[in-house]
């Protein structure tokens, strides 16, 4: 299951209510990020278009591979973050991750021409504007062309969705609502989120499930209450 097919996918008009609602926050984010990086160009000055076309790609990136924010903001282009082909895979040491299981994941397919023009057109310019060059081999860059620290990246991914969707969505947000829309689209296989979020047991995914589960029925009953109180 590839949460970058159906994060991106704009959803079958035939989903229920619960099944929308749970993929939305990730859905409504990845056209965020592809809208920030197609209008990246509209700005006035080299390093807004920078900044906007940065951001845009890492919500796009976290909206279908929800990394820790630490992994995000430690992305190193030829050892973290490696071409193979005519694509692009995140391959984290074991050592580096939280839950000590080493992550390796494909970059999303929709995502990598917006990788590519990253990289030739905008990080590589930021740095030789702030003099760094070659300096710094961090995927994410800052406005002086330094490495993004945890609180930079966080920072920012939360005003631009709080610009952007009128809520703001942190990093962490967004792996609780690829569980939870797991939980949703596909109860009888929830255990493969642990895979792909990295977690350390299947109890952390399964609360979600159980979450899921109990807000569902919550509706059920409350739905199925009124109808019985209109019918009277």
């Given amino acids: 299951m590839d949460l970058s097919l159906c994060i991106f996918n704009a959803g079958s008009a035939q989903a229920g209510p619960a099944k929308a609602a749970s993929s939305r926050p990730n859905r409504k984010a990845a056209k965020l990020g592809l809208d920030l990086m197609e209008n990246a160009n ?19 990136l976290l909206a279908s591979r929800q990394l820790r924010l630490r992994n995000l903001a430690g992305l190193t282009l030829d050892r973290t973050l490696v071409q193979r082909g005519d694509g692009w895979w995140i391959q984290i040491l074991a050592a580096e991750t939280k839950t000590k299981n080493a992550i390796e994941l494909p970059w999303p397919d929709i995502l990598v021409p917006h990788l590519d023009t990253y990289l030739a ?25 330094s490495p993004m620290t945890d609180n930079g990246i966080y920072d920012r991914i939360v005003a631009r969705t709080r610009k952007g969707l009128g809520q703001a969505i ?47 029925r919550a509706t059920f009953c409350r739905t199925t209450l009124w109808r019985s109180v209109a019918i009277v």
């Fill in 42 to 60: 509209d700005e006035t000055t080299q390093l807004r278009r920078f900044k906007t076309y940065r951001d845009g790609l890492m919500i796009g």
């Fill in 121 to 145: 057109d905008h990080r590589s310019v930021i740095a030789e504007l702030c003099g760094t060059g070659t300096a710094s081999d961090a995927l994410w860059l800052s406005m002086y062309g």
């Fill in 170 to 216: 942190n990093p962490h947000l967004f792996r609780d609502c690829a569980a939870t829309s797991i939980a949703i689209d596909d109860p009888m296989h929830v255990g493969i989120a642990s895979q792909l979020l990295g977690h350390r047991t299947r109890s952390t995914t399964e609360r979600y499930y159980n979450q899921t589960r109990s807000v569902e």
